[in-house]
T-cell receptor, first 114, second 114 residues
Framework: AQSVAQPEDQVNVAEGNPLTVKCTYSVSGNPYLFWYVQYPNRGLQFLLKYITGDNLVKGSYGFEAEFNKSQTSFHLKKPSALVSDSALYFC????????????FGQGTTLQVKP | EAQVTQNPRYLITVTGKKLTVTCSQNMNHEYMSWYRQDPGLGLRQIYY???????DKGDVPEGYKVSRKEKRNFPLILESPSPNQTSLYFC?????????????FGPGTRLTVL
């Protein structure tokens, strides 16, 4: 069965420090991977995606993600965290078949402290 | 501005009272979908629609109905809401049912069923 796991409910980091939000996946075939961010009382906003090609994907707001096929991981990273990055982050993988479904992880709350 | 809108944003209702949550997109997207977000579970797909008059069940369709009479609108109907449908609901759309197309999400509707 296809699945996505985000092993950390919350990640705390000091402003200016690098951040990593972890994601691992389980799919059959080639994975199509996404990161979304949810700010309080807002919908999900697309950050970046991996379809094929370079393992390091750059996205919005200075975020990037590293695809690692052997470890089935797609960790979200940022070199220098901002307080405004504090939000709920979701990793997702495109489901197989023709449903267009995104399979989401349970979400990781990122807390960046000044 | 390209967007997905949902109404209402917040709703408190009682068991058994029929309700409709509207979703509209102005991007001429063929594909639309409904998800519910519950703590610790991420987002799960309720129903999806490939195009006008084409709808199908997602992972958690019980207790819900949808319709797609127009391309821009995809309402979610709860004929007889129950407390276990208390959740945060998101509508999403994308231009084509292709793996590399990210989905655009509405702002969410927080539903409480008493």
């Amino acid at each position: 069965a296809q699945s996505v796991a985000q092993p950390e409910d919350q990640v705390n980091v000091a402003e200016g420090n690098p951040l990593t939000v972890k994601c691992t996946y389980s799919v059959s075939g080639n994975p199509y991977l996404f990161w979304y961010v949810q700010y309080p009382n807002r919908g999900l906003q697309f950050l970046l995606k991996y379809i094929t090609g370079d393992n390091l994907v750059k996205g919005s707001y200075g975020f990037e993600a590293e695809f690692n096929k052997s470890q089935t991981s797609f960790h979200l990273k940022k070199p220098s965290a901002l307080v405004s990055d504090s939000a709920l982050y979701f990793c997702a993988v495109r489901g197989s078949g023709n449903t267009g479904k995104l399979i989401f992880g349970q979400g990781t709350t990122l807390q960046v402290k000044p | 501005e390209a967007q997905v809108t949902q109404n209402p944003r917040y709703l408190i209702t009682v068991t058994g009272k029929k309700l409709t949550v509207t979703c509209s997109q102005n991007m001429n997207h063929e594909y639309m979908s409904w998800y519910r977000q519950d703590p610790g579970l991420g987002l799960r797909q309720i129903y999806y629609s490939m195009n006008v008059e084409v709808t199908d069940k997602g992972d958690v369709p019980e207790g819900y109905k949808v319709s797609r009479k127009e391309k821009r609108n995809f309402p979610l109907i709860l004929e007889s809401p129950s407390p276990n449908q208390t959740s945060l609901y998101f509508c999403a759309s994308s231009s084509q049912l292709a793996p590399n197309n990210e989905q655009f999400f509405g702002p969410g509707t927080r539903l409480t069923v008493l």
